[in-house]
Structures are given as structure tokens and as C-alpha cells.
């Protein structure tokens, strides 16, 4: 009977995890009556690769994620409209899309190679996700811009997300040690997640035609996989700064979007940020919901340092961040960093 339920389990979100990524992407693409064809809709399509490798520090603690995107400029689906409207602070704005996005995260132990539980380090866990999420931006003077981002993720932790695969195979091929502890990960669990960031721009002149940009921002999110409240901010500098966000990052880092506007000509910026998070439920740390599984005592409060530069070349951005995340439970040896690029095509 279990291995039947989990079969079940397993399709049920897998078919979720489909539809939510791919429906909006499909219905944005035109068919072709006569071939059956689904031409590739016209959007931003990116691409945005974590890892603890770029930043020369080991697989430990959030060693990977990937996250493949989609964003187009639309009005988004009624229940979203209607969802955001009741969230504090949004605004229906004048520039509104819409984001598709499919990922997938893993976390680790310091050390991989022990096939053992170690009791006073993080659970192996997987996360495999998708993702819906409404972006709307308001100018209320030339300086001045209100953004405000929710966004829905689906997605499932455990075997079933597939992340002791993944890393099994990424250490075969490049070649590394391979991970030994994977059967001690979390148990699969069904995972919902609502986020919502309110941004608030404000633009400086010069010299030249450089610009700064100081952007504070409020986050909150709420479900069994993330559940916590933080403020920040990042500050740019460089050109073109009003057509682009800044590069995106995966919950719980940065808010930013895979959308800017198309150029024709070169631009490029620096940015650096601090994010404070008072975190109520982290589900890699404090394990299974309704399950017994390894956990250990996370901190309350966990402080994220961002660095970075990206590049517009025509319709693409490339990006790179550097991250610094502190510790986020009382035995980590030490705090981790971790490196994230990103690549952003408009089609």
C-alpha cells in the first residue's frame, strides 16, 4: 500500500508541477494548424544557475539550484489579480507580466562523504518546483518607482524531487566525490509556498550617463516550505538601470526578474545588497511537517550579502552575484557562500 500511494503521490505532482510551469508558456505560443507545431512563444527566457562550486567553497549546505523561466508581458489570471489585491501595499500598475518558472534546489551536509547520519549537521534534502508569479510596476514621479512581486510555487521534497539523482550524476561526470548520505534525506512532502516582495526604486543622475539606483524592499512568504518576514536593500550603478530589475535568485535570496527591457545598445551595472530575515519555518532545517526525519535548531534570524555584476548585450543579459549567507543553524560550522549566474534570451 505505500509504495501504491507513493506512486500516486509522485504522479499527482508531477502532473501539478507540469501544468503550472508549461500552461501559461503554451497558451502565450501560437499552433500551427496543419503541422500541430507549438511555435516558441514570444518572451524572456531564462536561465539561473546556484552553486557553491562558482564560489570555491564545496558541496555543503545549499549546494545547488537551477531554475529555467519564462516572462512575458501580460495581464496575469484572474485568481492572481484577485490574490494580490488583498496583499498590503499592491498596487496595480502600468507595466504588468507574468513569470513560468521550473527549479530545482539541494541541500547537503558539510561533508558528503559520510554515509552516516551526522545528527549535529543539515538533512540531505531535494526541492523540485514550479512556479507562477505576477509582477506590476508603478512610476509615481521620475525618480520614484513602486514594484510588487507574488508568486505561487508548487513542488514536492524528498526522493520524489529527484536531487540525489542530480547530484549523483553532476559527480560522476565532472568527476567529484561521490555524495553518500542521500538516504537520509527528508521524506517526500507536498510543498506550497506564497511569497510576495513590495520594492520601492529611487533613481540618482549621473555623471554622465551613469545612474544609481537605492531599492529597499519588504518580503514575506508563507507555506510549509519557507514561512518568514525580510527587509533589504540593493543599491546599482551603471547604465540602462530603468530597464532592468536586476537578475533573479531563488527563494529565499533576492527578489529580482528575468524581465528588462530590450536595448539597442550596450549596458551594463554593478550592484551589491543586504537582506534580514526573521525565519519562522524552514522546512530543510526543521524537517518534515507530519513525519519523523533528521532536523537540527535553525536560527532565528539569517542575513543574506549579495555582489554582483550584469552585462545587456542587444536581447540578452548575462549576470553573475556572489552571495554570503550566514548561518542558519546553531551547529553550522561556519557561515557559506555561493555563486549564482544567470542568462536571460528575449525571443
Not at 550617463?209 to 527587509?231: D, K, Q, W
Not at 540602462?240 to 524581465?259: K, M, V
Not at 561556519?334 to 549564482?340: H, K, V
Request: overall charge neutral.
Amino acid at each position: 500500500m505505500h509504495t501504491t500511494m507513493n506512486g500516486h503521490h509522485r504522479a499527482l505532482i508531477i502532473y501539478t508541477l507540469l501544468c503550472v510551469s508549461i500552461s501559461g508558456v503554451a497558451r502565450a505560443g501560437e499552433q500551427n494548424a496543419r503541422t500541430g507545431k507549438i511555435h516558441i512563444p514570444s518572451g524572456y527566457w531564462s536561465l539561473q544557475l546556484e552553486n557553491d562550486f562558482l564560489a570555491g567553497s564545496g558541496d555543503r549546505q545549499y549546494t545547488h539550484g537551477f531554475e529555467v523561466s519564462f516572462v512575458n508581458n501580460t495581464e496575469p489570471p484572474v485568481w492572481m489579480h484577485t490574490l494580490a489585491r488583498y496583499l498590503p501595499f499592491f498596487e496595480v500598475g502600468t507595466d504588468n507580466w507574468v513569470m513560468y518558472s521550473l527549479g530545482q534546489a539541494m541541500f547537503t551536509p558539510d561533508d558528503i562523504s559520510v554515509p552516516n547520519l551526522t545528527v549535529t549537521d543539515r538533512p540531505y534534502a531535494g526541492w523540485l518546483y514550479a512556479g507562477h508569479a505576477y509582477h506590476s510596476q508603478n512610476r509615481f514621479s521620475a525618480d520614484l518607482y513602486h514594484l510588487n512581486m507574488v508568486e505561487l510555487v508548487v513542488g514536492l521534497v524528498g526522493p520524489d524531487s529527484g536531487a540525489d539523482s542530480v547530484q549523483t550524476y553532476l559527480h560522476k561526470v565532472l568527476p567529484a566525490p561521490d555524495p553518500q548520505g542521500w538516504g537520509h534525506q527528508l521524506r517526500n512532502e507536498a510543498g506550497i509556498l506564497l511569497g510576495y516582495v513590495h520594492r520601492w526604486r529611487l533613481f540618482g543622475h549621473g555623471p554622465g550617463p551613469y545612474e544609481s539606483e537605492f531599492s529597499p524592499h519588504a518580503a514575506l512568504s508563507v507555506g510549509n516550505i519557507y514561512t518568514y518576514a525580510g527587509l533589504g536593500i540593493m543599491y546599482r550603478w551603471g547604465t540602462g538601470l530603468r530597464d532592468d530589475i536586476g537578475p533573479p535568485n531563488i527563494r529565499p535570496g533576492f527578489a529580482g526578474s528575468s524581465y528588462f527591457s530590450r536595448q539597442t545598445q550596450r549596458n551594463w551595472y554593478l550592484f551589491a545588497g543586504a537582506e534580514g530575515r526573521i525565519m519562522y519555518r524552514n522546512i530543510f532545517l526543521d524537517g518534515n511537517s507530519r513525519h519523523d526525519s533528521h532536523r537540527v535548531e535553525k536560527e532565528r534570524y539569517v542575513g543574506d550579502v549579495q555582489m554582483g555584476f550584469a552585462l545587456h548585450i542587444n536581447r540578452m543579459r548575462i549576470a553573475y552575484s556572489h552571495i554570503l549567507r550566514s548561518r542558519e543553524f546553531t551547529t553550522q560550522s561556519r557561515s557559506m557562500t555561493y555563486g549564482a549566474i544567470n542568462l536571460t534570451l528575449y525571443h
